[in-house]
């Protein structure tokens, strides 16, 4: 349970109905702001994740490995944006700007959780690319749908130990400082700052597992585009070597945007030091990278394009079949 305890050695009350969100600095005007912002990012990501899911479940040629994970990616993406934001709009039109102690638990254990999934996730897909181009022969053998719906598993099972660790450490600290998280969702750096323990074992925790996390995606992603990089080289068709640079560039504009935001967060001495700069940050990875994510890896795919016109048109002769 969080407590918060005065010198005099009396409890909070107002601490046990659970925390407040500080969010953004600013007057009225500026938390108009903020919501509208928010909340355009937040259309965009739900419209552009959900079209991705609805176009790969519908279209049976889009019925392959790098879709069934791109599907996945943007269940995360919806998911996790979903966590945060809708709370967030509220605390920038709200005065009270509460958020219950269970609220903040569960909320930090979804979004860790998910931030997480997305990280395995991305190496996945980077191994699925691999295959693809580097092993032709046997890449049906080895991504076949049991062993893409093993990977995929895997990358929740991941976020979920994950998730279970950093949230039993950060919520059984009593919270004596203060019950105002200068933040706009709950988050380890923020609430290690209200803590009246030791929090170096959270802090060390984190830093490894965080750290532990991107070395070793990173390495899977370096690996594989490495390897793809000198197989296509060695590609004599020049459309082919275009086609698959572009593919493969959008992949990793992806995970430098992803690895790169949740490096400066989380695994690295530094994060703990300006929460202002974290928000910051993180409106990037929680809005602006799930809005991002169906533009850069499947709205300027071709085999999108043709699946959304199929779309189109199978919707178009059904209305005038109704008429």
Do not use: W
């Not at 060390?204 to 793809?228: A, D, E, H, K, R």
């Not at 504009?253 to 030091?273: C, D, E, I």
Request: with cysteine; glycine share 6%; hydrophobic share 45%.
């Amino acid at each position: 349970m969080a407590t918060a305890v005065h010198r005099n050695g009396s409890l909070s009350t107002v601490s046990l109905q659970g925390f407040v969100l500080v969010g953004f600095g600013g007057g009225a005007e500026t938390q108009a702001l903020l919501f509208a912002v928010f909340l355009v990012l937040y259309v965009v990501t739900v419209l552009g994740n959900l079209t991705m899911i609805v176009v790969i479940t519908l279209d049976a040629r889009l019925h392959s490995p790098m879709y069934f994970f791109l599907k996945n990616l943007s269940f995360v993406d919806l998911c996790y944006s979903s966590v945060i934001a809708p709370k967030a709009m509220t605390i920038f039109l709200s005065s009270s700007k509460i958020i219950s102690f269970a609220g903040c638990a569960t909320q930090f254990f979804f979004f860790s959780l998910l931030v997480t999934t997305e990280g395995f996730l991305l190496a996945v897909m980077a191994y699925d690319r691999f295959m693809a181009i580097c092993s032709p022969l046997r890449y049906p053998v080895t991504m076949c749908p049991m062993a893409c719906a093993r990977l995929v598993l895997g990358t929740y099972c991941g976020g979920c130990l994950n998730s279970i660790v950093q949230t039993s450490l950060t919520f059984q600290l009593p919270f004596c400082s203060s019950n105002r998280i200068n933040h706009f969702y709950c988050d380890v750096p923020p609430l290690l700052r209200l803590a009246c323990a030791d929090t170096t074992l959270n802090e060390l925790v984190m830093f490894g597992i965080c750290g532990l996390i991107i070395v070793s995606t990173t390495l899977v992603v370096l690996v594989s585009y490495g390897y793809i990089t000198v197989t296509i080289l060695r590609m004599h068709s020049g459309s082919g070597r275009h086609k698959l640079f572009s593919t493969c560039g959008s992949h990793m504009t992806a995970v430098s945007l992803f690895y790169g935001t949740v490096f400066v967060m989380y695994a690295q001495p530094g994060a703990l030091t300006s929460m202002e700069q974290g928000k910051v940050v993180s409106v990037f990875y929680t809005l602006v990278i799930p809005m991002l994510n169906p533009v850069i890896y499947s709205l300027r795919n071709k085999d999108v394009k043709d699946a959304l016109r199929r779309l189109g048109q199978r919707h178009s002769l059904v209305k005038e079949d109704v008429q």
